[in-house]
């Protein structure tokens, strides 16, 4: 199994960015946290962009090649017909993560043009919601 873990724009700066809300942990922990969890069991990629053509192309790449995606769209998540035209395009597999609990936070951040075209959404659980995720694409 190859998967893709993408993250959009400004999870470069998990670690300094607002801690209270993201989280202490940087991108390349979680990244070595999810590599040691998934072992042998899937080829994991990472990447992180901050332009949305950027994940869009990325999206497509991946989905045609029949790779699942661990997606963070971050900002994007709330604007971006583009990515979810992507995901719907190439026929990617897609779980919609978020580190923190989208819906408890602003109105701006409730909605999701993401969600409708994904195979799922975990929200909430800080770095945990990647771990789930990988273990949702990997269930039989
Ligand atoms: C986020 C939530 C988004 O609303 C926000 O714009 C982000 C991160 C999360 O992981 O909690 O950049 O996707």
């Given at each position: 199994?190859?998967?893709?873990?993408?993250?959009?724009p400004?999870?470069?700066?998990?670690?300094?960015?607002?801690?209270?809300?993201y989280?202490?942990?940087t991108?390349?922990?979680?990244?070595?946290?999810?590599?040691?969890?998934?072992?042998?069991r899937?080829e994991?990629?990472?990447?992180?962009?901050?332009?949305?053509?950027?994940?869009?192309?990325?999206?497509q790449?991946a989905?045609?090649a029949?790779?699942?995606?661990?997606?963070?769209?971050?900002?994007?998540?709330?604007t971006s017909?583009?990515?979810?035209?992507?995901?719907k395009?190439?026929?990617?597999?897609?779980?919609?993560?978020?580190?923190?609990?989208?819906?408890?936070?602003e109105?701006?951040?409730?909605?999701?043009?993401?969600?409708?075209?994904?195979?799922?959404?975990?929200?909430?659980?800080?770095?945990?919601?990647?771990?789930?995720?990988l273990?949702?694409?990997?269930?039989?």
């Amino acid at each position: 199994t190859q998967i893709l873990v993408l993250n959009g724009p400004n999870l470069n700066l998990l670690g300094r960015r607002e801690p209270g809300i993201y989280g202490a942990k940087t991108l390349d922990d979680i990244e070595h946290e999810l590599r040691e969890r998934a072992g042998g069991r899937a080829e994991l990629a990472f990447q992180q962009r901050n332009g949305e053509g950027e994940l869009v192309t990325l999206v497509q790449e991946a989905g045609l090649a029949g790779h699942g995606i661990i997606l963070n769209a971050g900002a994007y998540t709330h604007t971006s017909v583009a990515i979810r035209d992507a995901i719907k395009g190439s026929g990617a597999t897609v779980i919609e993560v978020h580190l923190s609990n989208v819906h408890a936070r602003e109105d701006f951040r409730h909605h999701s043009y993401l969600s409708p075209v994904c195979r799922g959404v975990i929200a909430g659980f800080g770095d945990l919601s990647y771990h789930l995720a990988l273990e949702a694409l990997l269930a039989p």
